[in-house]
């Protein structure tokens, strides 16, 4: 069963607007999560990560929020350029764990 | 350095055929994983080795699926024999600071294998 969801496979959106993208998780004890980023032909790279004693994150145009309560983190990112076009896969990874869960990715394609 | 590097990067055969993938990590990384990415379930983590020696192995699906680490720079992931469903894109990646790592893993390119 995934632990980790993101439901949108695609979102769309206009050069120089926001961007969110969406994450789930069930388990409670997931307390890091990251996002990579994947072109097409190539692998996920590192773009952004959160702990669970924090609640946002920010590098630049890209800023992770996490909501425990909700089991639920996001990835905004403003101003959205067209090179962010490419599918966003987050992750999750609890203390205890022996891995990283990840979540089935979102195709992100910014519209010039 | 190169990173992570895989091949082939395309791969198309024949149910049943034996089929090796294989994987250079990054020179000084102590882990390394193998993941497996479809639409339906995105990036399954299939086993992960630690200097040379696997961890874990629950993520491999049956036994038709078998890995090796030979030696620090090289590992292969070899499915014998090969179905239909296998069909999926296989990544290699490497770590030097461990499992959780930080700043995530390091991926290569990835290996698209086609069974028909």
């Known amino acids: 069963d995934q632990q980790v969801k993101q439901n949108s496979p695609s979102l769309s959106v206009q050069e120089g607007r926001i961007s969110i993208l969406n994450c789930d998780y069930t388990?409670?004890?997931?307390?890091?999560f990251l996002w990579y980023k994947k072109y097409p032909a190539e692998g996920p790279t590192f773009l952004i990560s959160?702990?669970?004693?924090?609640d946002k994150n920010e590098d630049g145009r890209f800023t992770v929020f996490l909501n425990k309560s909700a089991k639920h983190l996001s990835l905004h990112i403003v101003p959205s350029q067209p090179g962010d076009s490419a599918v966003y896969f987050c992750?999750?990874?609890?203390?205890?764990?022996?891995?990283?869960?990840f979540g089935t990715g979102t195709s992100l394609t910014v519209i010039p | 350095d190169a990173g992570v590097i895989q091949s082939p990067r395309h791969e198309v055969t024949e149910m049943g055929q034996e089929v090796t993938l294989r994987c250079k990590p990054i020179?000084?990384?102590?882990?390394l994983f193998w993941y497996r990415q479809t639409m339906m379930r995105g990036l399954e983590l299939l086993i992960y080795?630690?200097?040379?020696?696997?961890?874990?192995d629950s993520g491999m699906p049956e036994d038709r699926f078998s890995a090796k680490m030979p030696n620090a720079s090289f590992s292969t992931l070899k499915i014998q024999p090969s179905e239909p469903r296998d069909s999926a894109v296989y990544f290699c990646?490497?770590?030097?600071?461990?499992?959780?790592?930080?700043?995530?893993?390091?991926f290569g390119s990835g290996t698209r294998l086609t069974v028909v």
């Open positions: 080795f630690n200097n040379n020696v696997p961890i874990d």
């Open positions: 990646a490497s770590s030097f600071t461990g499992v959780r790592a930080n700043y995530g893993y390091t």
């Open positions: 992750a999750a990874s609890s203390y205890t764990g022996n891995q990283f869960y």
């Open positions: 388990n409670s004890m997931f307390d890091y």
């Open positions: 020179s000084g990384h102590d882990y």
């Open positions: 959160i702990s669970s004693i924090k």
